[in-house]
């Protein structure tokens, strides 16, 4: 890889914002050449415009320095990597599309188009298929790749090696989920220290869909969604980083917890093939020991981007029960990201 | 009435056991005589003995002064609450028993032995009649009455009226439990503080055991537990009081979330309709602000006997999901035990 | 008291707004006439416009369905107590004032006035003399009478026997403030959580100035300050209520810590001797435990009005060492401002 | 540094010895050769004896299948680092002096023994002097080495510059120190969760005293402890890892808080100059935002061995004020121990 690909990140000063920046500053095929912000921070430094707040390493990466850019086309690099707002990512992100960049997007904002790949790359990467589908229709040089919400991201990293093998028909999971989800200053010290918030906007229903559509087959020009039927919970915990699902499933077959523990910890897919930079040696870990994963004790290993599966058991309901927890700032959203962005350069998609 | 029945807390140190001295310290049936412990407690003031960890009023609800006696039969009153551990509930209870004394236990020592009550008394007061047969095989002058685990007394209140209504097939519960649960020292802090500990031990399968007995019929002699399908996921979280619980249910006639919400809030039961001292106004709140109920915000209303529910919505899979709390150390464990012994006074069932 | 004074609440949807209205709904002597608040509340009934946050008891103090009036003269009774933030204070309350409230203020706009009380009636009920001061001056019919800032109110609580008994020359108090101090939505629980801010905005010059002011002496028509030294060192910790500050401090005459410990004890003072209704028996609680006091464990005695202090030893450097816990909520802000309003009344100061 | 030195850790299951091993297990220096614990985990693979608790990294930091030794002479290698509780430590860590090892001591068995070097390599590298005294009065062939109670050592790490440019004459240090310095299961979540602890068992005596000894001097061949005046006032707040030490003091000459700034920011030692594998680039990080440093932010920093300055402003009372924070387990334990033997073997101490 001789040279490096200059890469931008678009909401450089938030909580996810950040995960890029850390992960892309040192990143060995990618470089990144542009931070950008919104308005009220652009021409500031990077160390003056916001706190940082991802832990160990280096403050600001290394890019305290750096000059923050305006989120338009003049940051516009081949490949753009955006933390932006749903509401802020509507619209900026089809200007950089269109100006020719692959926008490897963590909003929910196109997440639900029918022609947008909503990408894991151990679990859907048929679905780049889409890209030419989304290019003919809007007639972008560039193109939009989304990650998903990052409670979904973690679930269906745990799912897919089951629905491959066995086949997923239910899916009952609660979320005691961090509260880095909310960005900053997100939830109040008033509502999250010793409570549990048993709301989350929109949450419930993003799971639901995001995991069905993640979960789909590519059908023609399009992705027929997975048949199987999805609830979710939602509940904030006073966690700092870390999303906490309690599944409940059932597998076509009825499979022992043995041959799911097995299928878990076996699965390896095109990321730890390729040997992308971001992979980890196994998207998920299992865990035999009774207690565990737990996020404090976990959630940090391989990066964020392992998924940690524990507890596997029967349940009288409806089969299996197990216990997953995943990061969601990292494999639920700049590190899922950057693998996206990884997966697509290792396939030789990034030349325009 | 006349005069104050003489009672006895046996375990008055701990966590639990202060629940029970606060609320009969000032109970208008009840006049707390004896305040036992352990060996290394016996004839210390109880003020020495321990830390006072009730929020509010009085510190050791004045009875600091109190000397603590021994748990045996020299302090075995007609009445006598047991906050004992389960191990020394085994050998001791059945002596007070045998003495002569009603002991309301709050232990899982004997919960599921075949003719002991395991009473709620909103739920299952004909299970009283199992105290003749007791009495019988065990030749005891006295009687043992158990409340459940505090996991599975919050749930079986919320599903008691729904139960009745329509009909419970399925409970998937997901609990969020509190810390205060595991007593004094309990969760270490460095287990606790930011995090999600994914097991509890033996938690999910007493939940599941007794909420079945719970929900079932007196059958002759014998209790017939319910026939519903039961599966508990149990965590900790950071919680100081009050154990949430995330419930997926299957309910016979698939009734409407509104039909389940009027039949939650309108439910009231023999201990309401006899103005029980330590029974709430409605066994179950039903909240309909989004993000309620929370730990923080109700938990304690109604001194912690109300059992509360709030996002009462269709799930995908069993029909129906709602979000239950309840206060662990009072509906869940010192305030349950009372008011089954208001109950057996008020259906004049004390008289030995 | 054959009537009730009628009263109004300025700011009642705030964190201290929903103290003043829990503490007003069921007090003896005020009658709570008028809830108001700014202009986007208005109109709506109380429970709709805000979450309530007072544990225990009954939600929005039985006042859920009262209409929110806007903060302007027409709900000008004359007593009016005030949660309104600084800036709108300053506007605001010299509007009752003229209009004939006599308002009790809890925000900083006036406190540091020549003219204005900052009255803590245990400490400097003197300063009440300042009232026919502020009228003159001002031409008011009403006036203005302000508590401190929560952290000086219970810091001043614990000093002013000492300051009587042996007098005070040097104060340095290390802050530990509960989060429920910076109000709603206030500390972002990415900054609380598992965490200490050496840093609350203006809080150190506030506690020094206006501990001077209140351990100060009326010297003809204005307040001397007291001459003692005092630094302040505020920290933001992960507690829901109750402000910790430890403290050393060099008392003339360096008396013994048997000394401290009976002067502080045995102190009482008007509130006391009137039996105001929300005076607590005491307004130090001395503890002898080696780790007490602690907010969770205290800080709601006596509804949060008893100043607690502990750990009595001797400093190296300055002679003595304490540490001093007290609710900052109650004591540091509604409890002292109706407890401002209840010593006028006794003293047949309310009359018009 | 042709061959590595073979070293030990007593203790290796704790929350400090993890530290140790962590560290030791990827030095440039050293090679962990021996894993050494209580009775009950000897024989057990490292990965059964304990729950790993190091953030980040490799779970065991790859050792988990080390099979744990007894803590004997047989695993006394030259170089040994001891994380055991002070009672063992007094009895243990002599035997393996008196059998030729270098024992790098966590515990406070021998810290204030007049010939026992009580060592932070940046503050007193010349008590090493001691270590001649100590084997002529034991007849050791080896030696203990002891590092400061964590709060000391982060405190010295601070005052050491200020006392070598301007001298330090009254040191008034306030501690909010993190759960993690009670080791596991240490403090109760009950205890934590919410709230502040205001005693930590010797730890006032422990700071105070250990301060004068390490900022004091070798007088022919014995320390002479400092003359400052020393008052510590600890408390436990809900923090993880970091301990926060809000400091006054009084320097002589009482110089600017710029001229304390940059005495901090520019000092460089030994372990710098020497460039010593765990020697951050500098001991003091100087902060100038006026909100920082936090623990949550700042204390993982150059691997937990900065320690961290802020809030320089003058003092009203002892001229001048400041924040410091450092990793209790890193500069306050594991890291400073491995900095002690880093230190010794630049320097050639290592050879019997």
């Known amino acids: 890889?001789?040279?490096?690909?200059?890469?931008?990140?678009?909401?450089?000063?938030?909580?996810?914002?950040?995960?890029?920046?850390?992960?892309?500053?040192?990143?060995?095929?990618?470089?990144?050449?542009?931070?950008?912000?919104?308005?009220?921070?652009?021409?500031?430094?990077?160390?003056?415009?916001?706190?940082?707040?991802?832990?160990?390493?280096?403050?600001?990466?290394?890019?305290?320095?750096?000059?923050?850019?305006?989120?338009?086309?003049?940051?516009?690099?081949r490949v753009v990597f955006s933390a932006l707002d749903a509401p802020v990512a509507r619209e900026l992100e089809p200007r950089f599309a269109r100006a020719g960049a692959l926008v490897f997007s963590n909003a929910s904002a196109f997440r639900m188009e029918a022609d947008v790949p909503l990408l894991v790359p151990e679990v859907n990467a048929d679905s780049l298929q889409l890209l030419e589908v989304q290019r003919e229709r809007r007639g972008w040089s560039g193109a939009i790749v989304c990650n998903p919400n990052c409670t979904a991201a973690v679930l269906v990293t745990a799912l897919q090696p089951l629905h491959e093998r066995f086949g997923v028909e239910d899916v009952l999971m609660t979320s005691m989920q961090a509260v880095s989800g909310a960005g900053y200053p997100g939830v109040a010290s008033l509502d999250a220290l010793g409570n549990v918030v048993p709301f989350i906007?929109?949450?419930?229903?993003?799971?639901?869909?995001?995991?069905?559509?993640?979960?789909?087959?590519?059908?023609?020009?399009?992705?027929?969604?997975?048949?199987?039927?999805?609830?979710?919970?939602?509940?904030?915990?006073?966690?700092?980083?870390?999303?906490?699902?309690?599944?409940?499933?059932?597998?076509?077959?009825?499979?022992?917890?043995?041959?799911?523990?097995?299928?878990?910890?076996?699965?390896?897919?095109?990321?730890?093939?390729?040997?992308?930079?971001?992979?980890?040696?196994?998207?998920?870990?299992?865990?035999?020991?009774?207690?565990?994963?737990?996020?404090?004790l976990d959630v940090e290993r391989d990066a964020g981007m392992s998924v940690h599966v524990g507890r596997i058991r029967p349940c009288a309901i409806l089969g299996l029960k197990m216990f997953v927890l995943g990061h969601n700032l990292e494999r639920g959203a700049a590190g899922g990201s950057v693998l996206n962005a990884e997966l697509l350069l290792a396939r030789g998609m990034l030349a325009s």
């Open 1 to 77: 890889m001789p040279t490096k690909i200059p890469v931008t990140v678009l909401g450089a000063t938030g909580v996810v914002g950040q995960r890029f920046v850390a992960r892309l500053a040192q990143h060995p095929w990618f470089e990144l050449v542009h931070l950008a912000a919104s308005e009220r921070s652009v021409g500031k430094r990077y160390s003056e415009a916001c706190t940082w707040r991802v832990p160990g390493g280096q403050p600001f990466a290394g890019c305290g320095e750096r000059e923050l850019r305006a989120c338009d086309e003049s940051v516009a690099t």
């Open 201 to 296: 906007r929109d949450e419930e229903h993003k799971v639901e869909l995001e995991l069905a559509k993640m979960l789909g087959r590519m059908r023609g020009r399009a992705v027929e969604p997975a048949a199987l039927r999805v609830s979710a919970l939602c509940h904030r915990v006073p966690v700092l980083d870390g999303h906490s699902e309690s599944v409940a499933l059932r597998l076509s077959g009825a499979p022992s917890c043995a041959a799911v523990s097995e299928a878990l910890a076996t699965w390896r897919a095109e990321p730890q093939l390729r040997g992308l930079p971001s992979a980890p040696p196994h998207p998920v870990v299992v865990h035999t020991a009774e207690d565990r994963p737990q996020p404090r």
